[in-house]
Nanobody, 125 residues
Framework: QVQLVESGGGSVQAGESLRLSCAVS????????MAWFRQAPGKEREGVAA????????YYAGSGKGRFTISQDNAKNTLYLQMNNLKSGDTAVYYC??????????????????WGQGTQVTVSS
């Protein structure tokens, strides 16, 4: 059984940093892409960043470029999202997700088979 468990969310002031973690258990052998999505109140879920499971490619949404860094520790089966210089617009529930294949848009959430339960990030200005 595949499980994704996020941690590291919290409440911070604008300009501060957070690092989110996503621990993966029951790692499926056909997984190819891991990603972070977020959903703010009243808004659709959007892709934040993604990384191929072999670590060769990373993808970022424009909102996080230069501020967010996605990485993974394969030995620990853990995905990370380092978020620096946080802004109030980053307030959302953040989810990690895992999928097979790398076809299509990395930010297409319907292509992801496995999801975590989410972790809240609140940024106060």
């Amino acid at each position: 059984q595949v499980q994704l468990v996020e941690s590291g969310g919290g409440s911070v002031q604008a300009g501060e940093s957070l690092r989110l973690s996503c621990a993966v258990s029951g790692y499926p052998s056909n997984s190819n892409l891991m990603a972070w999505f977020r959903q703010a109140p009243g808004k659709e879920r959007e892709g934040v960043a993604a990384i191929t499971t072999d670590g060769t490619n990373t993808y970022y949404a424009g909102s996080g470029k230069g501020r967010f860094t996605i990485s993974q520790d394969n030995a620990k089966n853990t995905l990370y999202l380092q978020m620096n210089n946080l802004k109030s617009g980053d307030t959302a529930v953040y989810y990690c997700a895992l999928r097979a294949g790398t076809y299509g848009l990395w930010s297409a959430d319907w292509l992801y088979q496995y999801w975590g339960q989410g972790t809240q990030v609140t940024v106060s200005s």
